[in-house]
C-alpha cells in the first residue's frame, strides 16, 4: 500500500489542476514573458544604434526593486516623484501594499521567481534531490536574507542623504539600469552565472532554497505581512490531526500544531486550506470566526492591484520614463565603447559621484 502510494505521488503531473493560484501565476507568468519580449526588441534595437520603433514597457520596472526603493526616499524628502523609471516606484509600492492587505501573496500568487523555483522543487523531488536541511542550520541561514534587506535600507534609507539619491537617479547607471539588467541574462558574467544557478538549482536541492534563505525582498514581504490582519487560523475541534497541511505547505511550517499561523515565512498561498479534508478546520480569515477569503478571491485581488497600479501611474503622469530613447541612446553607446576599453564597465560608486546624465 505504502509502494503504491508513493508512486502515485511521484507520477502526479507537475500541473495535475489548474487552481486559482496556479492560474494566477501562469497568467503574470505569460504577462512577464511577453513584457520581456517587448522589452528586448527595444534594447536590441538600441543596441544596433537605431531609435526603436516600438514603445518601451514601463512594467519592466517591476525588476527594479532598489531603483523603487531609492526613488520611494526621493519622493519622501523632495514630495516629488523621480522621472527615470517612475513605474518603479509605483511597482515596488504595489507589492508592499500587497503584503499588508494579503500577506506574502505576491510570493506565491504573482512572482515569477517563486512559481519557477516552485516547478524546480517539485522536479528535484521527482529526481531525489530534494534535501530538508536541519533546523540547526536552516534557522540562521534563513537569517540571510535579512542580513541583505538591512543592508539594502539602511545604504538607501538612512545613510545616502536626498541630494544623493537625486544624482544617482539621475545618473547614466541608474538610467540604463534596466538595459543593464537585460545584460545580466543575455551577456552574464561570473558573478551572473553563479547567481542565476542559485536561483534555478537551489531549489532543486531544497525546497524554496532561493525565496527561503535568499530573496531580500521577500523578507521585507514577510516583515510588512506581520500587519495584515488576515492570518491562517486552524479551529481545533475540527480538526482531525492527519497533518495534509503541515506536508503541503511549501514554507515547512507546523500548520497542524498551530491554532493561528504568525510567521514571516507564510506565503498565504493557501495549500495548507486546500490539503484539508475538513473544510472547517482551516481558513484565511481576520478572525478564528471570520469569513473565508478563498484563493478566488485573493488571486483577483492580486491582479487588480497591478492593474490598477498601472492605470493610476498612466493617468498621473509617473508610469512611462521621462527620458527620451536618444538620451537612452546615447548611453547605451557610451556603455559599448566603455565595454570594449580597457577600464572596463562602470561601476555604481562611480555613478554615484557623477554628473547627471540629464
Known sequence: M??????????RPMFSRLTPRRCSQLFFLCLTLFIGWRF???VLALSTGTLPTINRPPAVEAFLPLSGLMNLKFTLGTGAIHGAHPAALLLFLAVCVSAILVKKSFCSFVCPVGFAGEMAGRLGKRLSLARRLPKALDLPLRGI???LLSFFLWSILFKMPVPA?????SSSYNLTSDIRMFHFFTEPSTGSLITLGLLLVL???IKNGWCRYLCPYGALLGLLSFLSPLKIHRNESACIHCGRCTRACPSSLAVDLSTLIFSDECTGCLSCVDACPEKEAL????????????????????VCLFLLTAGAGRLSGNWKSHTPDRVLLMEVMKMKAADASPMGKESPQ????KEPAQ
Not at 350 to 353: G, N, S, T, V, W
Open 40 to 42: 528586448a526588441l527595444w
Open 2 to 11: 505504502t509502494l503504491i502510494t508513493v508512486q502515485t505521488e511521484v507520477s
Open 350 to 353: 562611480k555613478a554615484i559621484r
Open 283 to 302: 481558513r484565511l480569515s481576520t478572525s478564528p470566526d471570520g469569513a473565508h477569503w478563498s484563493p478566488k478571491l485573493v488571486a483577483l485581488i492580486m
Open 165 to 169: 539619491v537625486g544624482g544617482f537617479l
Open 203 to 205: 531549489p532543486l536541492v
Open 145 to 147: 536574507k535579512y542580513l
